[in-house]
């Protein structure tokens, strides 16, 4: 099974910055792409950002909501994917989940448990 585990939530005021860390460990192989959702109380959760596990760069995708403010970035020595948050809003309160994935023979998401974000003055 893959195991992921998120790190690095907590309370912040608006317009200040968090680093989340999911650190990803056992049957790893075959990994095409992790990334971050968010899910606030009452609402479907929803994808935040996206980065392709092979290459030295890999490729990135974000959500509109945060584009210019977050930053999707890995590790593959550690097996860590980061998300860097700055400018946080209010808005971006929410459980963050790490996700995993494989481009073939895979066509199950997994999923860590989650990491708290709460913006609030």
């Known amino acids: 099974q893959v195991q992921l585990v998120e790190s690095g939530g907590g309370l912040v005021q608006p317009g200040g910055s968090l680093t989340l860390s999911c650190a990803a460990s056992?049957?790893?192989?075959?990994?095409?792409?992790m990334g971050w959702y968010r899910q606030a109380p009452g609402k479907q959760r929803e994808l935040v950002a996206t980065?392709?596990?092979?290459?030295?760069?890999?490729?990135?995708n974000y959500a509109d909501s945060v584009k210019g403010r977050f930053t999707i970035s890995r590790d593959n020595a550690k097996k860590t994917v980061y998300l860097q948050m700055n400018s946080l809003k209010p808005e971006d309160t929410a459980v963050y989940y790490c996700?995993?994935?494989?481009?073939?023979?895979?066509?199950?998401?997994?999923w860590g448990q989650g990491t708290q974000v709460t913006v609030s003055s």
């Open positions: 996700n995993f994935r494989r481009r073939y023979g895979d066509p199950n998401d997994y």
């Open positions: 056992g049957s790893i192989f075959g990994a095409y792409a």
């Open positions: 980065i392709t596990i092979l290459g030295i760069l890999g490729n990135t």
